[in-house]
């Protein structure tokens, strides 16, 4: 029985190592797989970067002017703020891809 057992484990063992390979195949890492997309995939997530925190700094912006009865100064402060942002997140993003390229 034991031999049984032992046979068992190592089955269910080799069964699981399988299972999470494809798991890990199938998954995203938070990171672009470079392999997967090409130039135009790099260009969208470099734009999507940068206008995601232009949205979301100019979101916060006119909701704080709403609030404290600032019209337009403080869309305007957060609008740049996001623009900064948005450069800066899109260079580290381009700076990863050329990363992986070189690997």
């Known amino acids: 029985m034991t ?3 032992h046979h068992q484990k190592e089955e ?4 699981l190592e399988a299972a999470r ?3 890990e195949e199938g998954s995203w890492d938070g990171r672009l797989k470079v392999e997967k997309a090409g ?3 790099r260009a969208w997530r470099l734009s999507v970067e940068m206008i995601a925190a232009l949205l979301v ?3 916060f912006g006119w909701f704080l002017d709403k609030q404290f009865e600032t019209k337009p100064i403080l869309l305007l402060v957060f609008v740049v703020l996001g623009m900064c942002v ?4 899109a260079i580290k993003v381009g ?3 050329n990363q992986d390229d070189l690997d």
């Open 21 to 23: 390979r494809k798991k």
């Open 12 to 15: 269910f063992k080799s069964r």
């Open 3 to 5: 031999e049984q057992n």
């Open 39 to 41: 130039a135009a995939g």
């Open 86 to 89: 948005g450069v800066y997140n």
């Open 57 to 59: 700094c100019g979101g």
């Open 95 to 97: 700076r990863d891809l």
